[in-house]
Structures are given as C-alpha cells and as structure tokens.
C-alpha cells in the first residue's frame, strides 16, 4: 500500500471493474468527447442516468452550455477510441468526425457503431469535489452489439464466461 492517500483510493477504485464509454456533447457545431467509466443509471421512471466529469475536461463547459450529452458504450473492438479520448489533448471535434457518427435528437454525436448508446439532456448538476455530476433524462437509446471492453486495475480486458 502507498502512504498517499489519494494513491491508494485510485488503486481501490481501480479494483472495481467498469466498463468504457465515450461521453461526447456538442456546442455551436463543434463535437467533443472523453472516455468514461463514472457512469450510471439512477432512475426508471423517469428514466435517469449520470455521468461524472473532470472540471478541467474540455468537454465540462460543453455539456454544462449545452445540456445535453451521449454516453456511447463502447465495444470490444473499440479501444482506440477510447485511447484516443482519455487524454485531455484539446481539440477532439475532429477525432469524432473521423468516426462513423450521426448527429443524435439533441445535435450530440452518436458513434454509430458503439455497443450502445444513451443520449440524454441534462436536468441537474451537483457540484462535488473536482467534478460535476450531470444527471440527465433519457431522450433515446439503443443496442448495436455484444461484447463489451472493460476496464480493471489500469488494464482493458474483455469479457470471459464463468461456468456454471
């Protein structure tokens, strides 16, 4: 165990498998995203999810102006995307175009070949810590494949059956 405090919870954290998302938004037709794994459903009825973003995100004052986001849940086959949006590089408007999108009910860009997506518009923002919490109603979803890629202690991994 490391004597720093904040080491330790991000390795406990890490302990936790999640799967991958890319959260884009866009704002006067420019596109960004990041890849995710603070993400959750909060409600059914209505139906609710949340995602946590970093203050200094690029895509924070996006999805804060525009209130609206996607969360595309990504593949097996889709690690580079995920690669790609986890750095805080500016400018990703033109890595989403290069992907195969299309523009969702609320303008933000849907990868059209995610495992699935859930396009939402935001309804609240809690302040906590280094992040904002966007809770945001569902405006549509939908399912395109099977296999997820996940995430556990710093590694991609993938899915494998347990007998049973």
């Avoid at 993400?39 to 949340?50: A, C, E, I, Q, R």
């Avoid at 946590?52 to 209130?67: F, N, Q, R």
């Amino acid at each position: 165990m490391s004597d720093d405090p904040a080491r330790t919870f991000r390795d406990v954290m890490g302990a936790f498998a999640t799967g991958i998302t890319l959260v884009t938004a866009a704002r006067h037709g420019v596109y960004t995203g990041m890849t995710v794994n603070s993400f959750t459903s909060v409600s059914l009825n209505p139906m609710l999810v949340l995602v946590c973003v970093d203050l200094t995100a690029e895509t924070h004052p996006i999805i804060a102006d525009s209130k609206a986001f996607a969360i595309n849940i990504l593949s097996a086959e889709q690690e580079s995307i995920s690669r790609t949006f986890a750095t805080k590089d500016p400018g990703k408007d033109a890595a989403i175009r290069a992907l195969p999108i299309r523009e969702g009910k609320t303008g933000t860009p849907i990868l059209t070949e995610a495992l699935a997506f859930i396009e939402a518009r935001v309804v609240q923002e809690i302040h906590a810590g280094d992040h904002t919490v966007f809770i945001g109603q569902v405006v549509d979803s939908g399912m395109t494949g099977d296999e997820p890629i996940l995430f556990y202690r710093g590694k991609y991994r993938s899915l494998a059956e347990v007998p049973s």
